[in-house]
């Protein structure tokens, strides 16, 4: 049985890191002088006095050379596998205390390290499964059969299983493409795509195609807290879902108001979304979507409504009455501390354009899914968009991700998103 033959020794910061419950050894954390494992293996962690860390699947060519897969030192191949599939287990479990699924039949299995396997995401979409393998040491066929027969023990069959790779992690890992073209089992005829439900809503799926694994599941409480909050406001007449993507929140916004519009600037992203709109025909308001930058279509907004001239361009919507209900759901602004403080420009125009649009009593639902944005920074971006409005703004609620993507205290990477559900006075 194969164990953990070689070392990493890091440093005493490191060290400080990994005993206060983060599971990353960084290239810069590590002692260069001591010879390089070979890609994928698992090594023991030690620190500079050799006191042992735990055990890491160790990559060659990332920046995060290391991810603590156990405290135990020394851990073999074969103790890791086991490993895995208890966690994977106990993550099951967890779901169903935590994160129990009511008129839905998708949510995230497994969320990385926030679960207690590093490299591993797995999504359930109704009959089919995504798995994304994300290092050296995951990518490997006796992990694949591990979470195959974990996944056909706990979801019912008939169950199509995919693996799709993730393209940055591929390059960053050098990882190759996986066998027999992702289809890691299939009882009954194999199929990438599905329909799936969602808070008692109907949505296309396809592993093909979309971002990262597919659909925004850690957005699935809050899309159901947006209409909730909306029809409280008793304002139902209009309402704009910037940076739609698949229709996430407008689809849910028609079942409480009379009118949604939809933006975003992929027309194959508002293809899917005006093909989920289909699989629910009895929506109670009408749906429409507009091909635009959210910056450049708000700001028009935010001119028509606020500075009308005669010599206004022609807009999509007519702006002269304000909107009841705001979305802004933009991609992660900020993939690096470095990019922060344009990011929180960026978040800040946003909402102050949505703010200035919104009639009184109305709701923005304003979200940030950039982890290097911290809540406090967030909220301080929207308030001063508000203070530069001139506007009373109320928070009402403050939601993190769907339980299903844990937010674990040592770990600040997994709490990512931030959603805030506000009332426009």
């Known amino acids: 049985m194969t164990t953990a033959s070689f070392d ?27 010879p390089s494992p070979s890609a994928g293996s698992l090594v023991r962690v030690r620190d500079s006095r050799n006191a042992d860390l735990g055990t890491a699947l160790y990559s060659s060519s990332s920046q995060i050379a290391g991810r603590i897969v156990s405290r135990e030192p020394s851990l073999s191949r074969a103790q890791y596998l086991a490993e895995l599939r208890e966690r994977v287990d106990a993550a099951f479990a967890r779901r169903a205390i935590v994160a129990p699924l009511e008129q839905t039949d998708a949510q995230r299995v497994l969320f990385s390290e926030a679960d207690g396997v590093p490299g591993i995401i797995v999504d359930r979409y109704a009959d089919l499964v995504l798995v994304q393998l994300l290092t050296q040491g995951t990518a490997q066929d006796d992990v694949r059969a591990v979470l195959v027969e974990a996944l056909r023990h706990h979801l019912p069959e008939p169950l199509s299983i995919w693996e799709r790779p993730d393209p940055k992690m591929r390059e960053l890992e050098q990882l190759e493409l996986p066998p027999n073209e992702g289809l890691l089992f299939a009882s009954g005829e194999p199929s990438p795509t599905t329909t799936f439900t969602l808070n008692g809503l109907k949505f296309h799926y396809s592993a093909a195609t979309g971002q990262k694994t597919g659909a925004f599941l850690d957005q699935r409480l809050n899309y159901a807290a947006a209409a909730r909050h909306v029809k409280a406001s008793g304002r139902t007449t209009r309402a704009l879902d910037v940076c739609t993507y698949h229709g996430g929140f407008a689809l849910h916004l028609a079942t409480v108001c009379e009118r949604v519009t939809g933006v975003d600037q992929s027309r194959a992203a508002l293809e899917t979304a005006d093909w989920n709109l289909s699989l629910n025909p009895e929506l109670a308001g009408r749906v429409d979507w507009i091909e635009s930058d959210a910056f450049t279509l708000l700001r028009a907004f ?41 990011a929180l420009r960026g978040y800040k125009e946003l909402n102050l354009r949505a703010i200035r649009l919104l009639e009184p009593g109305g709701t923005l639902i304003t979200c940030s899914c950039s982890h290097h ?49 506000l009332r426009v006075e």
């Open 302 to 342: 935010d001119d028509a409504h606020n500075k009308p001239s005669v010599t206004e361009p022609t807009l999509p919507l007519n702006v002269e009455t304000g909107f009841d209900a705001i979305v802004l759901d933009p991609p992660a602004f900020a993939k690096s501390k470095r990019a922060v403080d344009g």
């Open 373 to 421: 944005v911290s809540l406090e920074e967030f909220t301080g971006a929207v308030a001063s968009a508000a203070a530069d409005a001139g506007r009373r703004v109320q928070l009402l609620e403050t939601l993190p991700a769907a339980p299903d993507h844990p937010e674990v205290l040592t770990l600040p990477e997994s709490r990512y998103l931030k959603c805030l559900i």
């Open 8 to 34: 990493l020794k890091i440093t005493r910061r490191a060290a400080d890191r990994i005993r206060a419950g983060h599971l990353w050894v960084y290239r810069s954390d590590i002692d260069t002088s001591l």
